[in-house]
C-alpha cells in the first residue's frame, strides 16, 4: 500500500507534549515501566490482529475519538470486509465504489447510498490537504454505519484492480480529487496527480473491467471560468477556465469524452457549485470564516472592481447528495466489453447548483446573526489567483432529467452547519484548518 499522501499537505499538525519525562532510580519505577512496556505489546498485538467488527457492535460514543481499526490493503479479513461493506442489502440496490469517501461529499454519498439498501466500498488517501483527523472522524462515522474505506490512491492501479476482481461494482461515484481554487497556484502538480493522473487511472481500470462499470464523477462549477452569461448552463463556453483547479477538471470532461468515445464507458459528470454544509471542508471561505469570526480575527472578503459583488450560488449537501443519487439512478450501462466499445455509451454532465447566488458579503452577514459576533471585515480586492467574481447555475436539465431541485436556502444550511461546527469543535478539537 502506497501510504504516502499523494498531496502534500499544508495542514501542519500541532505537536502536544503529553508525555511528561522523569527518570526512575527505584525499582518500583522499574516494575512500572516494564509493566507500560508489556501493556504496550499487547496492544499493538490486539490493533495488528485483524477480526471484523459490526457496526452494531461499535460504541456509540464519539466516532472521533474511537480507535480505528486499520487493515493492510489485502489478507482475508482485509478482503472478508470490503466484500461486507460492498454487500447489496435492498432488492433493488447496486454495488458502488465511491473514491474520495472521507471528504465532504464523499461521506455524506457514501452514506446515504448505504441508508437505502446499495453495497458501498469507500476508497480514500487520507491526505493532508486539510486536517486529517477531520477526515478521520468522517471515516469513523462511516464505519457506524458499515461503510468501509480502503485508504489507497486512485492512482495505485493495483489496488484499484483488485478492489474490482473483489466486488463486481456496478458504479463508481469519483468524487476524490485535489479541491480548492487558490491552492493550484500553491500546489499545481497535486491536481494534475489526482485530477489527471489519477482520474485517467481509474478510467483506465474501469474501461478493462467486465462487466464496465457505470462512472459519475465530480466536475465543477469553476470550468465555467470567464463565461459572463449567466445563469450557467451546461450549453455555454467553458473554455476559459481561471485557475489551473478549474482547467484539471475541465480536461477531466474531455477526458470522460475520449474513454466513452473509444471504450463505451457510461460517464456522468456533476459540477457542483460551491458545496456547503456539515462536516464540510475548512479550506473553504465558510468554513473558515466561522473560526475566525469565533476567534475574532478578520476575515478577508473578496471584491471585484469598483466596489463590485463577489457572488456564489452555495449549494446545500443534502441537494447536492439528491442530485448525486438522481444521476447514478439514471444512468444507462457502459456498453464496452474486454476493453473494446460494442455501442455508443451514455455520456452526460450536469449543473447541480441552487440557482440562487448570494454575495459574499451576505454570507457574513449571516454567520454573524448565526454565531451571535460580529465579525472583523477586511474589504479586499479579489485575487488574481483563480476566483471568478460569480457562478449562477441553470438546473433545468438536472429537473428533467432526474428531478433535481435543490430545497436548502443559504440561511436554513448555514444554520444546520454552526450547530455542527460548534457541537465538533466544543469537544475540545481544534479548528486549525
Ligand atoms: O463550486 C465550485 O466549483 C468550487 O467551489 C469552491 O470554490 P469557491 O466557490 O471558490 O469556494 P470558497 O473558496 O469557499 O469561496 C467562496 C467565496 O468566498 C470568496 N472568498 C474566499 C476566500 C476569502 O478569503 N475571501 C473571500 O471573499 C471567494 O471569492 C468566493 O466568492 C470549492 O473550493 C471548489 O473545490 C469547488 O469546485
Redo the contacts with the bound molecule.
Keep these: 500500500m502506497d501510504s504516502t499522501p499523494s498531496t502534500p499537505g499544508k495542514f501542519k499538525m500541532e505537536k502536544g507534549s503529553y508525555f511528561h519525562r522523569s527518570r526512575w532510580h527505584t525499582s518500583l519505577a522499574k516494575l512500572t515501566f516494564w509493566s507500560f512496556v508489556f501493556l504496550g505489546i499487547m496492544f499493538i498485538f490486539f490493533f495488528r490482529t485483524p477480526s471484523i467488527p459490526s457496526p452494531s457492535s461499535l460504541p456509540a460514543a464519539d466516532p472521533s475519538r474511537r480507535s480505528l481499526r486499520t487493515y493492510n490493503n489485502g489478507g482475508v479479513a482485509w478482503e472478508k470486509r470490503v466484500r461486507s461493506s460492498a454487500r447489496i442489502r435492498s432488492p433493488n440496490g447496486v454495488s458502488v465504489l465511491v473514491t474520495g469517501a472521507a471528504g465532504f461529499v464523499g461521506t455524506h454519498v457514501s452514506a446515504a447510498l448505504k441508508r437505502r439498501g446499495d453495497g458501498v466500498l469507500g476508497l480514500d488517501n487520507f491526505n493532508n490537504y486539510y486536517d486529517p483527523s477531520l477526515k478521520r472522524a468522517r471515516q469513523a462515522l462511516l464505519e457506524r454505519t458499515g461503510v468501509f474505506i480502503v485508504e489507497g490512491d486512485i492512482n495505485d492501479v493495483e489496488l484499484v484492480k483488485k478492489l474490482f476482481k473483489i466486488v463486481t461494482f456496478t458504479h463508481v461515484i469519483h468524487l476524490a480529487?485535489q479541491?480548492?481554487?487558490?491552492y493550484a497556484m500553491e500546489n499545481p502538480g497535486s491536481y494534475v496527480h489526482s485530477n489527471i493522473a489519477g482520474f485517467v487511472n481509474l478510467l483506465e481500470v474501469c474501461k478493462s473491467i467486465n462487466p464496465q462499470p457505470a462512472i459519475v464523477w465530480?466536475s465543477?462549477?469553476?470550468?465555467y471560468g470567464l463565461n459572463t452569461k449567466v445563469p450557467f448552463s451546461e450549453r455555454d463556453r467553458t473554455d476559459q477556465p481561471a485557475s489551473l483547479?478549474?482547467a484539471t477538471?475541465k480536461a477531466g470532461e474531455e477526458i470522460a469524452h475520449t474513454y466513452n468515445h473509444i471504450y463505451g464507458l457510461s460517464l456522468t459528470g456533476l459540477?457542483?457549485?460551491?458545496?456547503?454544509g456539515p462536516w464540510g471542508?475548512p479550506?473553504?471561505?465558510?468554513?473558515?470564516?466561522t473560526r475566525d469570526i469565533l476567534k475574532g480575527k478578520s476575515?478577508?472578503?473578496?471584491?471585484a472592481a469598483n466596489h463590485g459583488t463577489?457572488?456564489?450560488?452555495?449549494?446545500y449537501i443534502d441537494d447536492i447528495v439528491r442530485g448525486c443519487l438522481g444521476a447514478l439512478d439514471t444512468v444507462e450501462k457502459s456498453t464496452g466489453s474486454g476493453g473494446k466499445k460494442t455501442g455508443p455509451a451514455q455520456l452526460r454532465v450536469f449543473n447541480l447548483?441552487n440557482t440562487s447566488p448570494v454575495p459574499?458579503s451576505e454570507?457574513v452577514n449571516i454567520l454573524e446573526r448565526l454565531l451571535k459576533v460580529k465579525a472583523e471585515r477586511n474589504i479586499?480586492k479579489?485575487p488574481r489567483n483563480?476566483?471568478?467574481?460569480?457562478?449562477h447555475a441553470n438546473i433545468s436539465y438536472a429537473q428533467t432529467e432526474f428531478g433535481y431541485k435543490p430545497k436548502t436556502d443559504l440561511q436554513s444550511g448555514l444554520k444546520k452547519f454552526v450547530q455542527w461546527y460548534i457541537n465538533y469543535y466544543s469537544d475540545g478539537k481544534k479548528a486549525n484548518q
Design positions: 480529487a479541491a480548492g481554487v487558490r465530480a465543477s462549477s469553476s470550468v483547479y478549474a477538471k459540477r457542483f457549485f460551491t458545496v456547503y471542508r479550506d473553504m471561505a465558510y468554513f473558515f470564516f476575515i478577508p472578503i473578496f471584491e463577489v457572488a456564489r450560488d452555495f449549494t447548483g459574499v454570507l479586499m479579489l483563480g476566483d471568478v467574481q460569480f457562478t
